[in-house]
């Protein structure tokens, strides 16, 4: 660690220092394309009409071979690529600094010496030459349609102000460091970068760099860990290090810089890259250090855990979060995420039972705001469970897509057509089969046994259909309904294999959807088990009663959680 260096290096310094690079050939050859090149010019050129700071291109890797030659373990093709650049913007400089490869050693004068082989005698002898020369040419096009580039002065005085971000490894580091940086094209990450930035061997004693290094690894650890990572995260945010999280955060604050290239490797560098105050090194790992800590705070308590992986979910921002969190007492921030929360799934409702349970009945399939409140209703009742026994797997719900599921199966959902109608029997007698006692099932048995699914019309299979549910549900069963009191949330999966399958099939195949290690959220489990039932008349049906208990269970809970964040309410 204390032989590891990192850096930037201007490329006024590389050119007026006429540094020496040497290319060894376990590496390819130059392989740019013409929209490679053209991206770099691009790049330079956007950065000079903005005026301000400094570019940094992506890491040089270097390992000191000999006396004043760096050996390239990463970033050839671009320093190869700001020779040629150079070499076109002034031709009276010459070389602007050296670069020799391994695998032509025929070329004394290097880089340099390659580009007087002419075009195409070199194309036979390797693509080095075909790739160069063909560089050369982008170049040169490019520069002749952008006659203001403002790149004139790049190498000669530093303006603009282009570095590169120069990684020093120890000399036995060099081939290790090469196949790790090139597996499968992974390049050095920012986060690397900025780990190295922390652990200075010029900064910070030995004792502190160990300490820092070993907490970095167990922060990683932490936040690597499924259900922790997912309460704090959108699903779709999953960078290979997760600390870049914290990082993110941490440059996202005033003189980030946000919004440029590699702008969290900016914000650090700007604050670490030329630190001599071993003070300010302390205070900024202290700085991540904190945030950690309020991460695995909101983690351990039960409704913060529940309350900001809710709200990180439908679409609020972590950085607004923990803003509120460092200017709050623990109390307010309390309230400040319910009332978030209301916003989101409550908008203008008074918060009494009366005008909760009207806004649910209001409520029918296909609004948009169902879902929500649905998801809300699971949060809500492990929120109100002051066991804290059960905690809601926001990994596993991230990992699955959800319906809006009927609880009971509505006329306006019933399958059409032959291929519908046969699927959904199939189900049936799926269920069917499996009783080993007849429990009232023996003529849907028989009728299910006995009917021909090639040769039956659609008519004849929808009657049977008809049949054979209105036996299953019985009278007592509400008349099919799209309001939120026939509504729950089940992953899609499962619905759509089950479809339009009567309760009782659909209970037997919910309730064992854990044993198939899917996961089943608290609500359905509640629905299908008749929890959220007073006194249920049966488990076989869906009944009038059921849906009322339901939508009662519902507006309690909301009404509940909601109270506190309202100040007194009518209870």
């Given at each position: ?10 490329v006024?310094e ?12 376990y ?33 040089l ?67 080095d ?16 349609v ?18 590169f ?65 997912s ?22 604050s ?55 992986g ?12 923990i ?31 009366e ?7 209001r ?50 959902r ?20 499996e009783?080993?006692?007849e ?6 048995r ?57 309760f ?34 049966t ?24 109270k ?8």
């Amino acid at each position: 660690m204390n032989q590891m260096s990192l850096t930037t290096k201007s490329v006024g310094e590389i050119v007026r220092d006429q540094m020496r690079f040497f290319i060894p050939d376990y590496q390819r050859g130059y392989r740019w394309e013409d929209q490679q090149v053209e991206a770099l010019l691009d790049d330079l050129e956007e950065f000079v009409q903005k005026g301000k700071g400094f570019y940094c291109l992506q890491p040089l890797v270097v390992v000191e071979a000999k006396e004043r030659e760096w050996e390239v373990v990463d970033g050839q093709q671009r320093l190869t690529t700001l020779f040629l650049i150079l070499q076109h913007l002034s031709s009276a400089m010459g070389s602007p600094f050296h670069i020799r490869y391994e695998r032509h050693p025929e070329s004394e004068d290097g880089l340099a010496g390659l580009l007087q082989v002419k075009l195409p005698d070199s194309n036979l002898a390797s693509p080095d030459f075909y790739y160069i020369h063909k560089a050369k040419i982008t170049i040169q096009r490019w520069l002749d349609v952008h006659p203001k580039h403002g790149l004139s002065g790049l190498g000669e005085n530093d303006q603009p102000d282009v570095r590169f971000i120069w990684y020093e490894l120890p000399e036995q580091d060099a081939i290790p460091a090469f196949s790790r940086l090139n597996a499968g094209k992974i390049r050095l990450t920012d986060t690397e970068l900025i780990r190295a930035l922390f652990l200075r061997s010029d900064v910070l004693p030995e004792v502190d760099q160990l300490r820092i290094a070993l907490r970095w690894d167990q922060i990683e650890r932490r936040l690597q860990e499924p259900e922790f990572w997912s309460f704090l995260t959108k699903r779709e945010y999953a960078p290979e290090n997760h600390i870049e999280l914290l990082l993110s955060l941490t440059a996202e604050s005033p003189g980030g810089g946000i919004g440029k290239e590699r702008a969290i490797y900016d914000y650090f560098n700007a604050k670490l890259g030329s630190c001599k105050d071993v003070r300010l090194q302390k205070s900024s790992w202290q700085e991540l250090e904190n945030l950690f800590s309020l991460f695995d705070e909101w983690f351990a308590e039960n409704d913060l855990f529940h309350l900001v992986g809710f709200l990180i979910e439908n679409g609020a921002h972590l950085s607004d979060i923990i803003s509120k969190a460092k200017e709050s007492t623990k109390s307010e921030f309390r309230l400040f995420l319910k009332d978030q929360i209301k916003s989101k799934v409550l908008p203008d409702v008074e918060i009494s039972k009366e005008k909760i349970q009207d806004h649910l009945e209001r409520l029918a399939y296909g609004d948009e705001r169902i879902k929500k409140l649905l998801l809300c209703l699971n949060l809500v009742t492990l929120v109100n469970d002051q066991t804290g026994t059960v905690r809601f797997s926001f990994h596993a719900y991230k990992k699955e897509s959800w319906d809006i599921e009927h609880i009971r199966a509505t006329a306006s959902r019933a399958p059409e057509g032959k291929q519908e109608l046969i699927d959904a029997l199939t189900v049936i007698k799926t269920y069917v089969d499996e009783r080993k006692v007849e429990d009232g099932f023996g003529e849907i048995r028989h009728e299910l046994e006995n009917y021909d699914k090639n040769n039956s019309g659609d008519s004849k299979l929808r009657s049977l259909y008809v049949k054979i549910i209105g036996q299953l549900e019985g009278a007592q069963e509400i008349e099919p309904r799209n309001d939120i009191s026939n509504l729950t949330l089940l992953d899609a999966s499962t619905n759509r294999g089950y479809g339009n399958s009567p309760f009782q099939v659909k209970r037997a195949w919910v309730l064992d959807l854990e044993h198939q290690a899917k996961y089943l959220l608290p609500s359905t489990r509640s629905i299908f088990t008749k929890a959220y039932s007073r006194m249920p008349k049966t488990l076989l049906s869906w009944t009038k009663k059921d849906a009322e208990d339901y939508l009662d269970a519902m507006t309690l809970s909301l009404f509940d959680f909601f109270k506190e964040a309202v100040g007194d309410a009518n209870e």
